[in-house]
């Protein structure tokens, strides 16, 4: 059993009915939101570890919700639609959710995915702090600042990172990515990769069109490089 909050937002009073019948069974707690305001009023009062948020409601839509809530809480969020399209995928993650599912969804397939959102939120795996001539990732202390100032990371864009500075110089293949970040479950949503990689390069790189840190390796995945460790090794020739 687990002790776990979940914020369920959606503006159908019967689908947060289910959801909550499935949650409690498996020992989470339960809060409801009946649109994104309300959403956004319920986290300045509540901690909460996780939210699902639909996409389509009226007033402030999911999207917009997802991108208010990220500007202030860290918390996993699953984003519930009946869309499937890879622009509505891309659209969701953008806006900072960080998992994705497509309605009608059985309990099994959702309660997996709430399952690997939670236990790779609170991993206690940390690699060493990360120090280059602008770049500062301390793990530990889930601080990463880039030239002085703070950056702030989103929890999947945090992890990603993580898992690529882990296994710094190696040619990640887009499946052991998804697989190490998303759950066992994935590994052919590469649209994921692809947005969580733009997400950190807009954030970590000095330059983001010409990335010095996360490298694309053409038709296999991403490498996280530093480029003072390339000169030393080019100057030790």
């Known amino acids: ?29 339960v809060l409801e939101a009946s649109g994104g305001e309300e959403s956004i009023e319920k986290l300045r009062e509540e901690k909460v570890d996780l939210i699902l948020l639909d996409v389509n409601m009226p007033g402030m839509s999911g999207m917009e919700a997802c991108a208010e809530i990220r500007r202030s809480c860290d918390a996993p969020i699953i984003m519930l639609t009946v869309r499937n399209s890879e622009r509505d995928k891309v659209q969701a993650l953008d806006a900072g959710a960080d998992d994705y599912v497509v309605k009608p969804f059985g309990a099994d397939e959702l309660m997996a995915r709430v399952r690997a959102a939670l236990r790779r939120a609170t991993s206690t795996e940390y690699p060493p702090t990360f120090i280059s001539s602008d770049l500062k990732i301390d793990f530990e202390k889930r601080f990463v600042s880039l030239k002085g100032q703070a950056v702030r990371l989103t929890p999947k864009e945090f992890e990603l990172l993580r898992h690529l500075v882990a296994n710094e110089g190696k040619a990640l293949p887009h499946r052991r990515l998804l697989q190490a970040v998303w759950g066992p479950d994935y590994g052919d949503e590469t649209e994921y990769l692809r947005v969580f990689i733009n997400q950190l390069r807009k954030k970590i790189e000095p330059e983001p069109g010409r990335p010095r840190y996360i490298h694309t390796e053409p038709w296999i995945g991403y490498r996280f490089q530093s480029p003072e460790k390339v000169r030393n090794s080019k100057a030790v020739k």
Request: hydrophobic share 40%.
């Open 1 to 29: 059993m687990t002790s776990a909050t979940v914020l369920v937002v959606d503006n159908e009073a019967q689908i947060r009915r289910v959801l909550r019948t499935i949650l409690s069974s498996h020992g989470y707690s």
